[in-house]
């Protein structure tokens, strides 16, 4: 007697919950996370950062609660960005980043505050890296 292969069931799908959907479990808006992402994009704003978008990946990921998002013209620019967002976290609020990469070089300097995760890009890299495309489910927050 041969033994029977069992069937092959078809996979599954389960689509992924919605970033409203894990809120609204959690409870949680935009009013919960850390209020340093306020402070980094007015300093961001001051310094005529370029495009500035506000992610809130609560659901999405682990690694941050929110990214900031945002471009300056050339490398000093980013660099000029880099150090008022840094100088008002830290009078504000008293936060320091844990740390500052890509300073020298500027095309893409990330400073990591924990739970807020700040990016500053060139132009050109920030359309190369197209982070708000990795990101695209997570809810944009504004001021």
Not at 85 to 108: H, S, V
Request: net charge negative; with cysteine.
């Amino acid at each position: 007697m041969q033994a029977r292969t069992p069937r092959k069931q078809p996979k599954r799908v389960v689509p992924a919950p919605t970033t409203e959907a894990v809120a609204e479990v959690l409870g949680a808006g935009p009013e919960d996370l850390n209020p340093a992402w306020r402070t980094a994009q007015a300093a961001a704003e001051d310094k005529q950062a370029i495009d500035i978008h506000v992610l809130d990946l609560r659901g999405i990921t682990t690694m941050a609660d929110a990214f900031l998002v945002c471009s300056g013209r050339n490398a000093r620019q980013n660099q000029a960005i880099c150090e008022e967002i840094e100088k008002r976290l830290k009078q504000e609020l008293g936060e320091r980043p844990i740390a500052i990469e890509g300073l020298t070089n500027a095309e893409w300097i990330l400073m990591d505050y924990g739970d807020l995760v700040i990016h500053i890009f060139s132009e050109k890299a920030r359309e190369y890296y197209d982070l708000e495309r990795l990101y695209r489910d997570a809810h944009r927050l504004t001021a």
